[in-house]
């Protein structure tokens, strides 16, 4: 497997990005166990050197939550999975009042397939920070591809827009969940209402076309969809 040295290091940039998300790295009362480490010979020699610095600086400060979080972190943007879901499972019993550590073990696991573990972490991720409007959007998104009927999912797209109203994705999100459960008159009336807001949004326009086009009135669909392009 190919890596890079600027995957490994966008990695540790990244997490200084991350809003809402603050804890004392220092906080162990007990000892974990050692960093986790795989086998990097297939790996850009410069990318694998810097890997194994952060190993290393995580195995002299063994009580320090952020360094196996930003290995985690190294780890998972070179497609490492199971190594940054171990290295964030670390971080979050050394910082159990962290929320970072938990979101970022969701996406870990999102990304290997596991939804229900996914969902899992985020939610002690959400007990832990309700604010974080991303927690709730991929809790939403993860619900609906597990085969939610459509009631939870948009209880958590809810929350979405009660946190950031204009968030499309939210919206989208709550469209589909509703589209799920029969309500498609509302959705309409929804999306009507959101274009009268936002009337140069195409996206918009794309998505009330296509609940047109569920509602069988086509000559509304194909307006909508002509302004969403």
């Not at 459509?150 to 797209?157: N, Y």
Request: charged content about 25%; overall charge negative; some cysteine.
């Amino acid at each position: 497997m190919k890596v890079s040295l600027f995957a490994a290091v966008a990695a540790v940039l990244f997490l200084s990005l991350m809003s809402g998300c603050s804890g004392d790295p220092r906080v162990a009362r007990q000892s974990v166990a050692p960093p986790a480490e795989v086998d990097l010979t297939a790996a850009d020699a410069d990318a694998a050197a810097k890997l194994g610095e952060l190993v290393e600086r995580a195995k002299g400060d063994p009580e320090n939550a952020t360094f196996r979080g930003e290995l985690g972190m190294a780890y998972s943007v070179n497609g490492y999975q199971l190594a940054a879901m171990t290295s964030y499972e670390q971080a979050a019993e050394l910082d159990p009042t962290n929320p970072r550590w938990k979101y970022l073990l969701a996406l870990a696991r999102s990304k290997s397939g596991d939804l229900e573990g996914a969902l899992a972490a985020i939610d002690e991720s959400i007990a832990l920070d309700p604010s974080y409007v991303s927690s709730h959007l991929h809790r939403g998104f993860w619900l609906l591809d597990q085969g939610d009927a459509g009631v939870e999912a948009e209880q958590a797209f809810q929350t979405v827009l009660e946190l950031d109203p204009d968030n499309r994705a939210g919206l989208l999100g709550l469209a589909r969940s509703m589209f799920r459960q029969g309500r498609n008159p509302e959705v309409i009336e929804m999306l009507e209402a959101a274009t009268v807001e936002r009337p140069g949004d195409a996206y918009l326009f794309h998505l009330l076309g296509t609940a047109y086009r569920f509602a069988n009135e086509e000559e509304k669909a194909s307006v909508a969809l002509a302004k969403g392009k």
